[in-house]
């Protein structure tokens, strides 16, 4: 009897080791968090993506809302990818189905300096704050 259970023990303590393997799979990540401005207004609306710089890692993206933003990434060093839209007044593109009503058609107002060709750069940290502001300028 104490053989049965002590076996029964161990094959409990290696199964809690070995789990589903799900979660010891994916990587670490840290919150991530901090203020938006445009020409010293907050950014009404947008989108940001922290990009790992090595290519190695997962991109973390999250939204900008009234100059705040929040999402979680790994650490390391990360280039910085800032957009944001506006309609364009009187244009419509055509909806991808042909019985689909056309939209109204956007533009990224936010110079290339901050997205296509982005020099905003952060070091998210595995300790820490990792609060990170971006003052943008409209030119």
Do not use: H, W
């Amino acid at each position: 009897m104490k053989l049965a259970s002590c076996l029964l023990l161990l094959v409990g303590f290696s199964v809690s080791l070995v789990g589903c393997g799900g979660a010891s799979d994916a990587p670490v990540t840290y919150p991530v968090s901090g203020n938006v401005t445009l020409d010293g207004e907050p950014l009404t609306e947008g989108d940001i993506i922290f990009r790992d710089a090595s290519g190695k890692a997962a991109s973390a993206a999250g939204k900008i809302e009234n100059g705040s933003y929040s999402l979680t990434a790994t650490a390391g060093k990360k280039s910085v990818v800032i957009t944001a839209t506006k309609e364009i007044p009187g244009k419509t593109v055509v909806g991808g189905a042909p019985d689909e009503p056309p939209v109204p058609a956007v533009e990224q107002y936010l110079p290339a300096e901050y997205n296509e060709k982005t020099t905003l750069e952060a070091d998210v940290s595995d300790s820490g704050s990792n609060e990170f502001s971006f003052e943008l300028k409209s030119k």
